[in-house]
């Protein structure tokens, strides 16, 4: 059973994709909107062989809850799906969303072969 053109059909109807959603997120909000173009020549600068060729973003999705450092749900043209963070933006308290402090436990968690989701950049 070919149930793509009832999706379409549905897609249309209701004036917004499904078959691109990602489970807990939303469209990226506008105050927390990314250069993408940026993002890619960074992340392609990176010196992640993985991150340098997965392309550019196709879509990018902002998750619906972890207010206080934005999370992103990027998919490259390569098919490649990453979970991004940043700082928010205007001005930060000292100490306060330590994107780089949580990105050295998730690192140094990727080596110790338990449960922890690989980080590849900062």
Not at 46 to 68: D, M, N, T, W, Y
């Amino acid at each position: 059973l070919d149930h793509k053109p009832a999706l379409l059909e549905l897609e249309r109807r209701l004036g917004f994709p499904l078959q691109e959603y990602v489970p807990g997120t939303v469209s990226v909000r506008p105050a927390l909107q990314i250069d993408l173009d940026a993002l890619v020549k960074y992340l392609t600068n990176s010196g992640v062989k993985e991150l340098a060729e997965a392309g550019p973003i196709v879509r990018l999705r902002q998750f619906g809850h972890g207010q206080s450092n934005p999370t992103y749900h990027a998919t490259f043209a390569n098919g490649k799906e990453y979970v991004l963070r940043k700082k928010p933006p205007g001005k930060i308290l000292k100490g306060a969303h330590a994107v780089e402090r949580e990105y050295q436990v998730l690192h140094a968690l990727g080596g110790t072969g338990g449960h922890s989701m690989c980080s590849h950049s900062i």
